[in-house]
Nanobody
Framework: QVQLVESGGGLVQAGGSLKLSCAAS??????????MGWYRQAPGKQREWVAD???????KYADSVKDRFTISRDNAKNTVSLQMNSLKPEDTAVYYC???????????????WGQGTQVTVST
């Protein structure tokens, strides 16, 4: 059973920084990780994509966070982090970690989500 556990959320003033981390457990069910990423959901809004990193290390960012957020991944530990700088009140949301992985060579890709961690940016 694969589980994703996020940490690092909290309350920060505008202009501040936070680092989110996500660790995947249940390594016995993970043969390979195709991608890991972050999404967020603000109150009353739909969940939106923030950033992701492929198995090969290619990173992509939403325009709203480009040049402020940095995603990084540790393939050996199946962890992903999101360094968030120059935070704005509009970054306030619950942040979710997502992982796409296979249980065996050329097997189907499974999608896993974490429970989410709250990030609140005050003015």
């Amino acid at each position: 059973q694969v589980q994703l556990v996020e940490s690092g959320g909290g309350l920060v003033q505008a202009g501040g920084s936070l680092k989110l981390s996500c660790a995947a457990s249940g390594s016995g069910s993970i043969f390979s990780v195709e991608a890991m990423g972050w999404y967020r959901q603000a109150p009353g809004k739909q969940r939106e994509w923030v950033a992701d990193v492929s198995g090969g290390g290619t990173t992509k960012y939403a325009d709203s966070v480009k040049d402020r957020f940095t995603i990084s991944r540790d393939n050996a530990k199946n962890t992903v982090s999101l360094q968030m700088n120059s935070l704005k009140p509009e970054d306030t949301a619950v942040y979710y970690c997502k992982m796409l992985s296979r249980k065996r060579l050329e097997g189907p890709i499974f999608t896993y989500w974490g429970q989410g961690t709250q990030v609140t940016v005050s003015t």
